[in-house]
């Protein structure tokens, strides 16, 4: 898999040359992409900013045309060229004000249309990537990019972008004016841009390992709260609190002590540009003022000229306070860009087999499995499961159980060797397809909002509540959940509706059980249930499993009863092969684990 720099190397914030060029590169084509539909609404916002803008750039020019040529001509009893300038200062105010507005208006509907796809490409994104990336990709930094970052993004497009690109263009229109009211006086604001550049040049290069920081140490902020409030439990049970805090407090400390860099830096570069922008306006009142004197310029062209040299460094003073939000944001594209890159390790193919009725006929041949380019964890072996066998997998704890129901249920590929269903490469299939015919059951029995009803109903949408009773019935669910306060209309996730994890697991069965699939892999699904309900869920078990293929793994052997076939993994082997019976009397590790089972029962 080739990872990407902004998610490879989260943690890292010092990049090489070439490294930095690639992500700024992938960010600046992921905001072209964003941009793209929206081209003729963002040729729009261009027409607006460059008319409003020169509309509010023409009033010194207004203005020294009335001091200079409209008062004479009114003291001259000819009040038309007061008029005149009158009209144009009042049309340019209107122009510069409405269209403006409108600048604004537009921007912000382009903003949003970029966030909200940026959001939904996320989303969806992340969730099309395969189990591999989630494994290694915690859940706090996902959050952090679905929410500080695309915030982070929000408050630059909203507002920092607009600003920007406006004080850009007035600037821009601003310094036209005065080069044509004094070339001289030109020349002055145009030699105050070399300071303002060499400390923007300061500023960025600083910031930019601040930022950059500062999206990291934010990640790992959300992933510690996030990590304590979802191991809550635990953290009451053991007694954390004190540590976590401690834990919680350094993390957060770090972040402060980012955002008082940042603060500091911003703390020399503004006041660094009003000291240029105010020891040039100076500079233009003196040496205008001599000229004045000596009558080489006009008293109206330089009150212009002071109003527009003030009026060029107020855009600046903006500008620097959007560019510390320009380089937070960039920071925060680099790690949401770096994320898009990211490419699924399991793809559906370009030309699918179709599989529609599928039998759950399981074959790997000369099977090898690895995680990423690490070590071998299923060694090269064979394996046969005809179709509606009831398969149990034991062994010891990492010995690859889990690792085998996983490769059946396709959330990883093998590294080298075969894997079919029904004769079909699972390579070959179809998500639709595959879902379909394999289901997987795992411990954790996760809940969505949602009713009990709306829940069962994942298995097969648009179930109506008949089907939906006969699968909680099948697996013994159906008592309990009419005993919640709503029965199946219960909120699981509100006051009064909350299910223990037994009966968690009771619903999830149902869902399965009411996907019909070929394949259906237990998961360590009974490690949550009491002896009553692992027995009413067996149960439900020996009648359905009676037609489909199963692959149960447990660490309780009395899972084992109900399975026609024993496999035995042991340091990514499968070790031994046969029906409980047989592989009681052979007397190996099968033998050891069950004799040690029926010893804890007394």
């Not at 898999?1 to 902004?6: A, E, H, T, Y």
């Not at 793809?347 to 070590?375: C, K, M, N, Q, S």
């Not at 149902?510 to 699939?517: E, G, I, V, Y």
């Not at 949550?528 to 149960?552: F, H, M, N, Y």
């Amino acid at each position: 898999m080739s990872r990407s720099v902004g998610v490879a190397n989260e943690d890292q914030i010092v990049l090489g040359r070439a490294d930095r060029a690639r992500v700024r590169a992938r960010s600046w084509a992921l905001l072209r992409l964003l941009a793209s539909p929206l081209r003729r609404m963002l040729a729009l916002t261009v027409l607006l900013v460059v008319v409003s803008n020169a509309a509010r750039a023409s009033f010194p020019l207004i203005i020294a045309w009335a001091i200079d040529w409209a008062l004479p001509e009114l003291i001259a009893d000819r009040p038309m060229a007061l008029g005149i300038t009158g009209g144009m200062y009042l049309v340019s105010a209107v122009l510069a004000g409405v269209l403006l507005g409108w600048y604004n208006l537009c921007t912000a509907k382009v903003s949003q249309a970029m966030l909200l796809d940026l959001r939904l490409r996320v989303f969806r994104h992340t969730q099309r990537l395969s189990l591999e990336f989630h494994e290694n990709y915690t859940s706090g930094r996902i959050i952090s990019r679905q929410t500080s970052d695309l915030e982070t993004l929000r408050e630059l497009l909203d507002q920092g972008v607009s600003q920007l690109v406006s004080g850009a263009f007035f600037i821009l229109f601003t310094a036209a004016s005065i080069f044509i009211l004094d070339w001289r006086s030109g020349l002055l604001v145009l030699g105050a841009a070399v300071p303002i550049a060499i400390i923007f040049h300061w500023y960025q290069r600083r910031s930019e390992l601040v930022y950059r920081e500062s999206r990291v140490v934010s990640a790992r902020l959300i992933t510690s709260f996030v990590e304590t409030m979802t191991g809550i439990r635990a953290v009451k049970a053991f007694r954390r609190e004190r540590d976590n805090d401690e834990r919680y407090g350094n993390v957060a400390g770090e972040y402060r002590d980012n955002s008082i860099r940042s603060i500091n830096l911003f703390g020399v570069l503004q006041p660094s540009l009003v000291l240029i922008g105010n020891l040039t306006v100076a500079v233009v009142l003196l040496l205008g003022g001599f000229r004045v004197l000596e009558g080489g310029l006009a008293v109206g062209t330089l009150v212009a000229l002071l109003l527009a040299a003030k009026r060029v460094f107020q855009p600046v003073e903006s500008i620097a306070m959007f560019y510390s939000s320009l380089q937070a944001a960039t920071a925060a594209l680099e790690k949401v860009s770096g994320l898009l890159e990211e490419e699924p390790t399991v793809v559906e193919p370009a030309r699918p087999v179709a599989l529609r009725d599928a039998e759950g006929r399981i074959v790997f041949t000369d099977a090898e499995f690895g995680y990423g380019d690490g070590p071998l964890v299923m060694e090269r072996f064979t394996l046969e499961i005809p179709a509606g066998q009831t398969v149990a997998v034991v062994g010891q704890t990492g010995a690859g159980k889990s690792t085998l129901a996983k490769l059946i249920a396709r959330f990883y590929d093998l590294r080298a060797g075969s894997l079919t269903l029904d004769g079909v490469e699972l390579r070959d299939l179809s998500n639709t397809d595959l879902r379909r015919a394999v289901v997987m059951v795992t411990q954790e029995a996760f809940l969505f909002s949602g009713s009990v009803a709306d829940n069962i109903a994942l298995g097969k949408p648009g179930a109506s509540p008949e089907e939906i009773i006969l699968a909680a019935r099948a697996v013994g669910a159906h008592e309990f959940i009419l005993a919640l306060p709503d029965g199946y209309d219960t909120d699981v996730n509100k006051r009064g509706g909350r299910v223990s994890a037994g009966q968690r697991q009771l619903i999830s069965f149902a869902r399965a059980f009411l996907a019909d699939p070929a394949v259906l892999i237990l998961d360590e699904a009974t490690s949550s249930l009491d002896i009553p309900s692992e027995r009413l869920v067996q149960e439900g078990l020996r009648k359905l499993l009676g037609e489909r293929t199963a692959l149960i793994i447990a660490h309780r052997l009395s899972t084992v009863e109900i399975a026609d076939r024993v496999l035995v993994v042991h340091d990514g082997r499968i070790v031994e092969d046969g029906s409980p019976a047989r592989l009681v009397a052979d007397g190996g590790r099968f033998a050891a684990l069950h004799s040690a089972w029926r010893d804890s029962l007394v």
